[in-house]
Antibody
Framework: QVQLQESGPGLVKPSQTLSLTCTVS??????????WSWIRQPPGKGLEWIGY???????YYNPSLKSRVTISVDTSKNQFSLKLSSVTAADTAVYYC??????????WGQGTLVTVSS | EIVLTQSPGTLSLSPGERATLSCRAS???????LAWYQQKPGQAPRLLIY???SRATGIPDRFSGSGSGTDFTLTISRLEPEDFAVYYC????????FGQGTKLEIK
């Protein structure tokens, strides 16, 4: 059974960089069959896809966030990571990591709340 | 960017009734790339339907999906108490986008 777990600071100051890591267990990121995504959900609102990375390191980002997003992968640790720069209060959200294909996201982490506040 | 609009925003029904949720796309979506999720409070979304009409592993057959082009539907044939939640549609075109959600509440 594949499991994903997000980790990282729950509080980030405005203008700083948000950094999160997703650890995958029960399956290998290097299997090549999946894209590894970050998705967020502001409190009480809907879902927004941030971007994905393939095990080879190729990435694709949401055009609305592209200038601030970097996703990287560490296959030796079976982890992938998110960096979001120049954060504001609008970036406060629950951040999920998820495994997906071009069709859908079949496994999700439990999510981690990141609050942007001074 | 393809915009997905879900309707209604809130659907009030009783257990045992049939639920019909709509997802309309701003431009044509390949059926292969349309999915539905269920989300309960404090939980991550759960994949229900992919490829517009294929049930994900472990999803009961009271859940079904249909549609093509710009109009897609999620139907729950007979509501169980655990089905009351928020439902999202999602597509993959040049990027992934989600609808704004339909809240299914107990009447």
């Amino acid at each position: 059974q594949v499991q994903l777990q997000e980790s990282g600071p729950g509080l980030v100051k405005p203008s700083q960089t948000l950094s999160l890591t997703c650890t995958v267990s029960g399956g290998s990121i290097s299997s090549g069959d999946y894209y590894w995504s970050w998705i967020r959900q502001p409190p009480g609102k809907g879902l927004e896809w941030i971007g994905y990375i393939y095990y080879s390191g190729s990435t694709y980002y949401n055009p609305s966030l592209k200038s601030r997003v970097t996703i990287s992968v560490d296959t030796s640790k079976n982890q992938f990571s998110l960096k979001l720069s120049s954060v504001t209060a609008a970036d406060t959200a629950v951040y999920y990591c998820a495994r997906g294909t071009v069709t859908a996201f079949d496994y999700w982490g439990q999510g981690t709340l990141v609050t942007v506040s001074s | 960017e393809i915009v997905l609009t879900q309707s209604p925003g809130t659907l009030s029904l009783s257990p045992g009734e049939r639920a019909t949720l709509s997802c309309r796309a701003s431009q044509s979506v390949s059926s292969s790339y349309l999915a539905w999720y269920q989300q309960k409070p404090g939980q991550a979304p759960r994949l229900l339907i992919y490829g517009a009409s294929s049930r994900a592993t472990g999803i009961p057959d009271r859940f079904s999906g249909s549609g093509s082009g710009t109009d897609f539907t999620l139907t729950i044939s007979r509501l169980e108490p655990e089905d009351f939640a928020v439902y999202y549609c999602q597509q993959y075109g040049s990027a992934y986008t989600f609808g704004q959600g339909t809240k299914l509440e107990i009447k």
